[in-house]
Structures are given as C-alpha cells and as structure tokens.
C-alpha cells in the first residue's frame, strides 16, 4: 500500500495546550502510524495562552511540522487587555464597598453594570470586525505555505481543524485553487 499524503492545518498545535491540541496531535499520530505521510501546518511557536511542553511527545520524527508568521491584531489586543486589567481591578473596589455606605454601594453597583455593558458592546464590534474570528492574519502566510507544501509532497487531502475558523477559510481557498479533497472539522 503506498502512502497518502495529508496536510492537516491546525492553530492550536503542540506546544500549546489544550483539549483541541490533544485531538489534531493524536489525528497526525495515528494517521502516521496508519501509514499516512503527515504534514501539520501551523502558527510559529509563542509563549502566549496555554503552552502544555509535554504534548510534544506526540510529535513524532516522521510527522512533519511546518509554522508560519500571523498577524496579530494589536489595537484590539491592547483594548482587550486594559478592560482585562480594569476588571482585575474589581477585587480593589471590593474593599472600597465594604467600608461604605449604601450610597457607595449603588454606584459601584452601577459602575460594574455599566462596565459589563460597554464591555458586552466592545466584544459585540471586536467580533464584526475579526470575521471569521482575530486570526484572519494567518491566511496570508498560511496560504502560500501550503500551496508549497501541496505542490512539493503531492498532498492529496487538506484536514482542518477549528476552532479557530480561519483555518477552514484557509482549507476553502486551497482546495478550490489546488484541486485536492479537503475535510473540515468543527469540533
């Protein structure tokens, strides 16, 4: 039996962690170990979010990891992180309350109201902007990649994986463009 050549594209691959990890890492284990040539396409190696080390036991020599550049969108980011640290700010004004009077209570009800609000409204236009999601700046480094990768091992199918859903954007625009199956996964 000959080889099937496979391009799984996958965000969320070892070093980072997670549930959604574990399942693209075992699929390329044991699609290798069942006689596929596995190709894993990827972002590059960073220290944000959740990094699980030990999850590269599952990356075995015959499994070959490609990783590219992504865009990320900064101003948002940055957004994001003052209304993180605003709320991390919250345990502060805990103590303030339970040193007050009613008067105190009300606003600082209102006050967190109010920021729950503005923040459900931010994430509201955060999420319009970033369709399908904030890692829309993989495509134009994935995409040439991969193209790269078809062409020089013969992939006969492309896996993605989501979330997040630019991965199958990234899945779409090949399969029309190279002429190989594609499999999208939504877990």
């Given at each position: 039996m000959r080889?099937?050549?496979?391009?799984?594209?996958?965000?969320?691959?070892?070093?980072k962690g997670g549930a959604g990890v574990q399942r693209t890492a075992k699929f390329a284990k044991y699609l290798s170990k069942y006689g596929f040539d596995v190709h894993v396409l990827t972002v590059k190696?960073?220290?944000?979010?959740?990094?699980?080390?030990?999850?590269?036991?599952?990356?075995?020599?015959?499994?070959?990891?490609?990783?590219?550049d992504i865009d990320e969108p900064n101003f948002i980011d940055k957004l994001v992180n003052i209304s993180n640290k605003n709320i991390m700010d919250k345990s502060s004004?805990?103590?303030?309350?339970?040193?007050?009077?009613?008067?105190?209570?009300?606003?600082?009800?209102f006050k967190k109201n109010l920021r729950n609000f503005a923040k459900k409204i931010f994430l509201d236009i955060y999420n319009l902007i970033y369709v399908p999601d904030d890692k829309k700046g993989w495509i134009k480094y994935a995409v040439p990649e991969a193209k790269k990768?078809?062409?020089?091992?013969?992939?006969?199918?492309?896996?993605?994986?989501?979330?997040?859903?630019?991965t199958h954007m990234i899945g779409y625009e090949l399969a029309n463009e190279m002429d190989v199956k594609w499999i999208a996964d939504f877990r």
């Open positions: 080889n099937r050549n496979i391009l799984i594209i996958a965000y969320y691959y070892p070093p190696e960073d220290k944000k979010g959740l990094i699980d080390e030990s999850l590269k036991i599952d990356i075995k020599d015959d499994i070959k990891v490609y990783r590219t004004e805990k103590a303030i309350v339970k040193s007050s009077d009613d008067n105190n209570k009300f606003f600082y009800k990768i078809i062409k020089e091992n013969n992939i006969e199918l492309i896996y993605t994986t989501s979330s997040p859903y630019t």
